[in-house]
T-cell receptor, first 113, second 116 residues
């Protein structure tokens, strides 16, 4: 069973607007969360992460929010740019181990110029 | 710096044939991971190595799958015999030992396997 779920397979947003990608998890032991971005014909690349001791982490246009009580995290992209069009994977781990990384199924973001 | 290098990028084969996927991790990285990406399950960990030693292969779906890492710069994932349900994109990723705690993997570009 998927311990990390991304229920929206796709999302379309106008350039300049906010993109919000959502992720839910079931394992309360997860203590570190990551977002990866994947362009076609390329491997995923690390984008941003957050520890469970925080509820927000910001890096430029990208902000990740964590709601532990709801077991939910979201990635906000503001403003969205056409170059942000990609598949975004949410991932979670516990004991902050790369060998315990659980990925969601991904959300394809399309930013419309 | 060279990233993780995978070959072949695309492989089309017939059911029953042997498939070998190859990976060269980033030099100096102590951990190597093999993942499989499917639409239904996203990215799934198949097996990972630490200092060339397989540590956890619980994600390998069946005995038809095997992986080796004969040295620090080379790993293979073999499927024998292949089946249509093995069709997926297979990713190799590596990470330095000091980065293990962060989960920030460096992925290759993937090998897209199609089994007819």
């Amino acid at each position: 069973d998927q311990q990390v779920k991304q229920n929206s397979p796709s999302l379309s947003v106008q350039e300049g607007r906010i993109s919000i990608l959502n992720c839910d998890y079931t394992n309360s032991m997860f203590d570190y969360f990551l977002w990866y971005k994947k362009y076609p014909a390329e491997g995923p690349t690390f984008l941003i992460s957050i520890s469970s001791i925080k509820d927000k982490n910001e890096d430029g246009r990208f902000t990740v929010f964590l709601n532990k009580s709801a077991k939910h995290l979201s990635l906000h992209i503001v403003p969205s740019q056409p170059g942000d069009s990609a598949v975004y994977f949410c991932a979670a781990t516990f004991q902050t181990g790369a060998n315990n990384l659980f990925f969601g199924t991904g959300t394809r973001l399309t930013v419309i110029p | 710096d060279a990233g993780v290098i995978q070959s072949p990028r695309h492989e089309v084969t017939e059911m029953g044939q042997e498939v070998t996927l190859r990976c060269k991790p980033i030099s100096g990285h102590d951990y190597l991971f093999w993942y499989r990406q499917t639409m239904m399950r996203g990215l799934e960990l198949l097996i990972y190595f630490n200092n060339n030693v397989p540590i956890d292969d619980s994600g390998m779906p069946e005995d038809r799958f095997s992986a080796k890492m004969p040295n620090a710069s080379f790993s293979t994932l073999k499927i024998q015999p292949s089946e249509p349900r093995d069709s997926a994109v297979y990713f190799c990723a590596s990470i330095p030992g000091r980065g293990r705690d962060t989960g920030e993997l460096f992925f290759g570009e993937g090998s897209r396997l199609t089994v007819l």
